[in-house]
């Protein structure tokens, strides 16, 4: 019953509007995996760099196939563009901060000391919230809705660009040791209403494929406005369903970790927490009414402590 309490708990705390926002104690989370043992891991490095490589490999791939020097900009026009090209960002970026956190010292002491999320942090962290709901997005519509077998194949590039990036991205969530919060859907919505905005403006401008369509994509095709909203309605609600079910994915995913994993590091000692020198400061809490930070775990973590039996 305990534990059942403690989760209605935790999704009660959840819709705070304290979580709206990027605050997560420890920043380091953003950098780290959730399985590693040590504060840095090499493995967690190479894992980083490895993804990053892949989706870099996936657009010069994607570009290469489907744009020329005659119709480069055709190749922007498209979602499915928009999403493998923003995979890139996120997962570069991703990489570039768990290098700095690797190898810089003075970066990783500072984010340590100061207990608050860098702002690069936060850009990476609504990049990756995006990009993870977007990919599933464009899996699901384009197999299930765009998708024809007389006109598109499906070779490495098209099964790169619209099924891998989402399998990556989605196994990214159950290896980060960030969280996921409910309220974080906004930002693929945003991502998602910045693409209608350009598809409506290019569609008034005058814009057409390179096959001389007066749409992008039949289903957001602007001559008929009622059903192009239908279609941007429907995506919303995807993405907030999809989002819903990444939280709770999430939730299982700190769960089997605390469950199985998390082992409790606690110095031992016989004398009384009082009677330990440094006027007031223990071996394991720190200076009295202060955390110590190499003892601490995240918030997400602790929240959960009345779990365990």
Known sequence: MRMFGSKGQRCRAE???RQCGFNHDPPEDLVRSQWQR???????LVYRWLIAALFIAAVAVSMSGNATASDWGFYFIYLTNWGIVACMVTTTMGAILVSLWHFHP?????????????????????LHNSTLVMSIIITIIYWSILFDAEIHIADATNVMTHATNSVFMFLDILIV?????????????IFGLIYVIFSVIYF???????SGATYIYSVLDWNDPGSAMITVVGVCALGIIIHTILYLIYLLRTWIFRRYFEK????????PASTLPGHG?????????????????????????????
């Open 177 to 189: 040791a960030y969280p996921v919060r409910i309220y974080h859907a906004v930002h693929s919505l």
């Open 38 to 44: 040590r504060n840095k891991s090499g493995l967690y």
């Open 281 to 309: 400061i223990s071996m394991v809490l720190g200076q009295f009414g202060q955390d110590n930070r190499a003892f601490t775990t995240s918030t997400e973590k602790l929240s959960y402590t009345t779990e365990k039996y």
């Open 264 to 271: 409790e590091e606690i110095m031992p000692t016989t004398s």
């Open 106 to 126: 003075q970066f990783s002491a500072r984010v340590e000391v100061e207990g608050v999320v860098p702002t690069a942090f936060k850009v990476y962290w609504a």
């Open 204 to 210: 008034a401008a005058g814009g057409t494929t390179k």
């Open 15 to 17: 819709f705070h509007c």
